[in-house]
């Protein structure tokens, strides 16, 4: 089985008429934007206690894990036609790497990032990252003995194939080189740490995947505290949806409570150290 899947979920008439409409995220993003003071997160980051340099990629990985649990109805697969709820909460996360070829693009998944605390994202993340970028991560190479040899005319009906296997019949197929549900839930990748302040980034249609986080360069701003006008540090955060998942009042609900653990960390501590509301 690919993805462990809960029980089939009704669909409302607008959402049959969105599953309907568009074809695999190909045209449905749904773009919004938060520009959030970082100041705050950065000093939890700072005093939290761990024995791995903790960065904003492992507070907003474990904030959105946060939030897809408290919103279950933002937590799908989409196959044949209608939505099942996962059972599970992975985020990918995105790694830069470099090759002989160029620099590349791979990353890995945190399995039930809901459960864990943000300490263990930053081992698995430390973890996960250097085995890739030293070609040790069995599952990208997998990917890699599979794709390079062949061209890019041969694949791309290959990945309609697997995404037909692995999504809509459900079948894991790692014998083929395929890891089980890679993409998982959502996505994060950190563009601030190429310099980019902000960017959408855009779905991909073989993923699956209906949430895409990115991460901007901090940088100075003006920003109102207490009636006044001081100077502090701000971060623009963006998320793409896949519209046919969601409606702007799911991603409400999402938004308001990403920015409100977001903004004031010490207030939702226990989020941050284990599993909580």
């Not at 749904?30 to 960065?55: E, G, H, I, N, R």
Request: hydrophobic share 40%; with cysteine.
């Amino acid at each position: 089985m690919n993805i462990n899947l809960g029980k089939k979920q009704d669909l409302t008439s607008y959402r049959k008429i969105a599953i309907a409409s568009w074809r695999h995220p190909r045209d449905p993003n749904t773009y919004a934007m938060l520009d959030l003071p970082v100041d705050a997160a950065l000093s939890f980051l700072k005093t939290a206690s761990s024995d791995t340099p903790l960065t904003l990629t492992h507070y907003v990985t474990k904030i959105t894990a946060h939030c897809l649990e408290k919103y279950s109805d933002l937590n799908h697969v989409l196959r044949m036609g209608n939505l099942y709820k996962r059972n599970e909460i992975d985020i990918f996360i995105t790694t830069l790497l470099k090759s002989t070829k160029g620099k590349d693009l791979s990353g890995f998944v945190v399995r039930n990032a809901n459960k864990a605390s943000m300490d263990e994202i930053a081992v698995i993340s430390k973890d996960r990252a250097t085995d890739l970028r030293y070609n040790r991560d069995k599952e990208n190479m997998k990917v890699q003995q599979m794709v390079n040899p062949i061209s890019t005319l041969l694949l791309k009906p290959l990945l309609l194939i697997q995404e037909f296997l692995q999504f809509t019949l459900n079948i894991a197929i790692p014998s083929l080189g395929m890891p089980r549900d890679r993409f998982g839930s959502a996505m994060i990748t950190n563009i601030g740490a190429l310099g980019i302040e902000n960017a959408f980034i855009p779905l991909s249609p073989y993923s699956r995947c209906p949430l895409i986080i990115g991460i901007g360069k901090p940088r100075k701003m003006p920003i109102v505290r207490d009636d006044k006008v001081v100077v502090g540090t701000s971060v623009i955060i963006t998320f793409t949806f896949d519209h046919r998942y969601a409606d702007g009042a799911h991603g409400s609900h999402f938004m308001r409570r990403f920015k409100k653990v977001f903004a004031d960390p010490e207030s939702f501590r226990n989020i941050f150290e284990v599993n909580g509301d």
